[in-house]
């Protein structure tokens, strides 16, 4: 069965009727150099535009759906996103890849503005504050959040009812425990969905024996997601650092204690230069958003205040995975079998027993994570498991085994959730059909570079978009209307008295 201590016979099909929503990031390409188009001039205020808002960049468009409870609809809203968009944009072309084209220079990206509000200024500082210690490049990388929740009803089932704790206890403890079980196994998801096996001359380490392809493209022979392992989100920085997810009062502590105490090599750029400033603070963390973990504890608290505040007075609302490759070879970069697998495999580690994470266990799991990131394809590859070496093939088929009885139980007559899994799982023992595999493939037969391969997808995604009429868009009016909103809420609020911001971040930090 799927846990020791959970018996899959006390489940219902409420459990397959949690919410799912996605955050979908992408480059805004003109002749592969990234727009020069400030955002709000097209797309509306990213600080108030509940759907369309920007990453790191300006130029970084983030597509975010409300939440939905069948995947359909989220695949529908995200569809009607880039439609839109495509429509806005005036011939740019959103990047299908995760990694950037070759021509995006450090100096070249512009960092994106939220305006003149205290709140504004925070998320631009908070930016430049990333750009000046890690760079601007590695932000510009670019990927698909996966947000999940169970559903409100659940809470009463039986499965739970030996246990004691008041509902927001409960689920602080459910989600957490699904959190450590999404760390042991995402390097299953960098296998499967991985996508990003080539990088340009800019992201080249020599710790790594790379290959030219072609041009300026260099590739390792069996990578799956260079963008998971140290050459694309990960640091030297965050490598020290040790956040407990064993429970959401150590996760709290840990982030705070991070964002408090002052790091040495921060501390070397100056906090203002000419009375702007360059980041939040000096210290190990800005703020908590800047730790990267492949999955992490969110509140829907829409109040300005701190994640960590938020999550300690409302509880988790959901989680948040985040390591998931953009899927070049679809036009909105995720499709409906990957949304049906990762739902799946977020129920497995929710209901799977999860033991609590030493630190040496939890570098463990990044071992691994970068292991398949750099090698995941090689043949008789072996990852840790229980301190042993194991093939990734074996331990990946038994999940797949366990996450098909989830499957099999909740499946109505549609089987669409069987039929995903199968599909994908073909990937285990055919690496070949992997998108990494795929990607590598492609570019070899065609000899051709990334950035073509990229600007030929991204070019016919948007003339696929351009050819639909704006009526056929269901969502086009509350797009519509959502833009033009967000652009009258910004000027309100900017018209409104703002505190000094030095007295603004003092209180921020003081919840």
Excluded at 200 to 226: G, I, M, Q, V, W
Excluded at 367 to 383: M, Q, S, T
């Amino acid at each position: 069965m799927i846990t020791e201590s959970k018996n899959i016979k006390d489940l219902d099909a409420a459990f397959m009727q949690g919410n799912i929503g996605i955050e979908k990031e992408s480059l805004r390409i003109s002749n592969l150099k990234l727009s020069r188009i400030p955002h709000d001039h097209v797309l509306g205020s990213p600080l108030y535009n509940k759907y369309i808002t920007t990453d790191f960049s300006d130029a970084q468009i983030e597509f975010i759906t409300p939440p939905f409870n069948e995947n359909k609809n989220v695949i529908a809203f995200l569809e009607n996103l880039h439609h839109y968009s495509s429509k806005k944009l005036d011939g740019e072309i959103l990047w299908p890849l995760s990694m950037p084209p070759s021509r995006v220079k450090e100096s070249e990206i512009p960092i994106a503005k939220y305006g003149k509000t205290n709140e504004g200024i925070f998320k631009e500082v908070y930016r430049h504050g990333l750009s000046n210690r890690y760079g601007r490049l590695m932000q510009t990388i670019s990927g698909v959040h996966f947000n999940y929740s169970l559903p409100e009803k659940i809470w009463e089932n039986d499965i739970f009812l030996s246990n004691k704790k008041k509902t927001t206890s409960l689920k602080n403890d459910v989600y957490m425990g699904a959190i450590r079980n999404l760390h042991r196994y995402n390097w299953l998801l960098i296998y499967l969905f991985g996508c990003s096996p080539i990088v340009s001359k800019h992201f080249l380490n020599k710790s790594y024996s790379f290959e030219n392809l072609k041009e300026e493209d260099f590739f390792l022979p069996f990578a799956t997601s260079l963008r998971m392992s140290d050459l694309g989100y990960q640091n030297d920085n965050q490598s020290q650092l040790a956040v407990s997810f064993n429970s959401i009062e150590g996760y709290i502590r840990d982030l705070r204690n991070a964002t408090e105490q002052t790091n040495e090599a921060f501390s070397e750029i100056p906090l203002k230069t000419g009375g702007f400033f360059n980041q939040l603070n000096r210290n190990q963390l800005q703020i908590e958003d800047e730790y990267y973990a492949i999955a992490r504890p969110k509140s829907n608290a829409l109040m300005n205040t701190r994640q960590i505040h938020n999550i300690g007075n409302t509880g988790i609302n959901y989680i948040e995975l985040r390591s998931i490759d953009l899927n070049p070879f679809n036009p909105i970069g995720i499709d409906q079998d990957t949304l049906n697998f990762i739902e799946i495999f977020c129920l497995y580690c929710t209901l799977k027993e999860s033991k609590k994470i030493s630190s040496d266990e939890f570098n463990l799991y990044k071992n691994n994570d970068k292991k398949v990131a750099i090698e995941g394809r090689k043949p008789g590859l072996r990852l840790i498991n229980d301190d042993k070496k194991v093939l990734l093939n074996n331990w990946a088929l038994e999940i797949i085994e366990e996450m098909q009885i989830l499957a099999d139980y909740f499946d109505s007559q549609s089987n669409q959730f069987q039929q995903s899994i199968a599909k994908i799982s073909e990937r285990i023992t055919k690496s070949h059909k992997t998108p990494s595999s795929r990607l590598l493939d492609i570019l070899s037969e065609k000899n051709i570079t990334m950035d073509q391969f990229g600007y030929e997808l991204g070019t016919k995604y948007l003339e696929k978009y351009m050819s639909i009429k704006n009526n056929a868009n269901e969502f086009w009016e509350e797009l519509e209307a959502e833009q033009k909103n967000s652009i009258l809420l910004q000027t309100a609020e900017e018209k409104k008295p703002q505190k000094e911001f030095e007295k603004f971040l003092h209180e921020y930090f003081s919840n």
